[in-house]
């Protein structure tokens, strides 16, 4: 039970500021092991991020994170950082809790667990799940909270809020990134980071749609709206086996490239750097146009329609009626130069472009950069710099790809944290 002081401040054991994911998660675990909790945030509706993932069903773990090497699926300055929370809290771990709670989910790409549209599951049972849990842990919850001021003392923090003063032994912050401030992301966990010695690894959008400076005036707002499987690859270094391919889905859009294989590519992109899009990665399209010309007398549309079925005809069309391959529309594959059909052929292998930026945060999935793990602790997630100060989720330099990894980082860090601070309290003898 929280204490309350002759000056009227509540004590707490653990506060914990940012009810999203993390956060939620972190407050059902120390609250269920006796410890008295403050759950703070300044949001009127909670869990909004979960509430909006999926499309509204969740994506709130990936089965492939067990049994790999998880820091493969991370992108941070030090993604090995993940390792011991995702293999401390699993996939399964969270996939037990859901199923405790009879929430039906199912299975849709590549490991990826989401909430079962079709038996009426969303992401609102999984809102309900954690704040059930945390019912159990006897949280303290409070909504529409401002934190104006953060100070530690040698023996405790003070938090000075909207509500009034409390106090508390540990503090954890889990107030996310940055990505849609409209349903309350803010740069708090970095301030608050800042105000107590840590770095900040630059944070910038990820998981977002890409902008290209020619895209209007090369009249590519023409294909929005067409959707087709590509590999897509970074170029930062020279080195192939440090390129980084996705095999996913595109998605031409009025203001540039989306979907989910340019959405992965985007958190590693760097800002100046190009990326390659090859839009039949089966197919070596130069040499198999040059080994059809011996043997028909197609146009050239023809001729790539039957190589790549999977490219829609509107793409294929847009494509040849630009230069120089509009000169050979209508001539027979024949009497096409092998110069134009190499062009061709590379323009579809490995069409390099370079973005000249993003959608930024405003609709962007999950924020790159944050707290600098080299100042946490990997299995407890305290800060080396001040004792009792934890960093939980997506406000530390760790996002993961598209596919539930983000959520499982919140999960796994938060438990981190928990265990960490029922193992150190003192007070835990409820
Ligand atoms: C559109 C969208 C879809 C997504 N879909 C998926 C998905 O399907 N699968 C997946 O794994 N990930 C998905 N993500 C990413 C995932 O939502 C986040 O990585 C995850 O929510 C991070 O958890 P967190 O607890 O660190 O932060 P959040 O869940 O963002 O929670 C942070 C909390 O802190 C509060 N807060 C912020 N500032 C303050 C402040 N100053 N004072 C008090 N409180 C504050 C916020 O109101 C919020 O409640 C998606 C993200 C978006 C934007």
Redesign the pocket.
């Given at each position: 039970m929280p204490v309350s002081s002759a000056n009227n401040t509540q004590h707490f054991d653990t506060i914990i500021?940012?009810?999203?994911?993390?956060?939620?998660m972190a407050a059902s675990k120390i609250g269920q092991s006796g410890l008295s909790v403050l759950l703070?945030?300044?949001?009127s509706k909670?869990?909004?991020?979960?509430r909006?993932?999926?499309g509204g069903f969740?994506?709130?773990?990936?089965t492939h994170i067990d049994g790999f090497d998880a820091s493969s699926y991370y992108v941070s300055e030090n993604p090995k950082f993940v390792r011991y929370a995702l293999s401390n809290y699993t996939a399964e771990d969270f996939i037990s809790l859901v199923k405790k709670y009879q929430i039906p989910f199912t299975e849709k790409h590549r490991g990826q667990l989401?909430c079962d549209r079709v038996q009426k599951a969303s992401s609102k049972d999984i809102i309900e799940m954690l704040l059930k849990e945390c019912q159990l842990g006897q949280v303290n919850l409070k909504k529409e909270?401002?934190?104006e001021a953060i100070t530690k003392t040698a023996s405790h923090f003070s938090i000075n809020s909207s509500l009034g003063c409390f106090t508390c032994n540990h503090l954890i912050i889990?107030?996310?990134?940055l990505?849609?401030p409209k349903?309350?992301?803010?740069d708090?966990?970095y301030q608050v980071a800042k105000q107590f010695g840590h770095t900040i690894i630059p944070t910038r959008p990820a998981?977002v749609a890409l902008h290209f400076d020619f895209w209007e005036q090369e009249g590519f707002t023409e294909l929005a709206g067409i959707s087709l499987p590509v590999e897509i690859s970074t170029n930062f270094s020279k080195k192939p086996k440090d390129r980084i391919t996705f095999d996913e889905d595109l998605l031409f859009r009025h203001k540039g490239l989306s979907g989910p294989g340019v959405l992965q590519i985007s958190s590693y992109w760097v800002p100046g750097k190009t990326i390659t899009i090859n839009f039949a990665p089966k197919v070596d399209i130069q040499t198999a146009l040059i080994t059809l010309k011996t043997e028909v007398k197609y146009h050239l549309e023809r001729a790539i329609s039957e190589l790549v079925p999977a490219i829609p005809k509107r793409f294929i069309q847009f494509w040849l009626n630009r230069a120089p391959f509009c000169e050979y529309l209508a001539t027979p594959l024949p009497e096409i130069p092998h110069k134009i059909l190499e062009q061709l052929g590379s323009s579809l292998n490995a069409w390099t472009i370079s973005p000249n930026g993003t959608d930024g945060h405003k609709?962007?999935?999950?924020t790159r950069g944050g707290v600098n793990t080299k100042e946490l602790n990997t299995k407890t997630m305290e800060s080396k710099l001040t004792e009792n100060l934890y960093f939980?989720?997506?406000?530390v330099d760790i996002?993961?790809w598209?596919?539930?990894?983000?959520?499982?980082?919140?999960w796994g860090s938060?438990v981190c944290a928990a265990n960490a601070i029922q193992e150190k309290d003192p007070h835990l003898s409820k």
């Open positions: 500021i940012g009810a999203g994911a993390a956060g939620l703070l945030d300044h949001a909670i869990g909004e991020k979960i909006i993932a999926g969740c994506n709130f773990t990936n989401f909270t401002t934190v889990a107030t996310g990134g990505a849609i349903i309350g992301a803010t708090f966990g998981l609709t962007a999935e999950a939980i989720g997506e406000v996002v993961g598209l596919g539930g990894y983000n959520f499982q980082w919140a938060a």
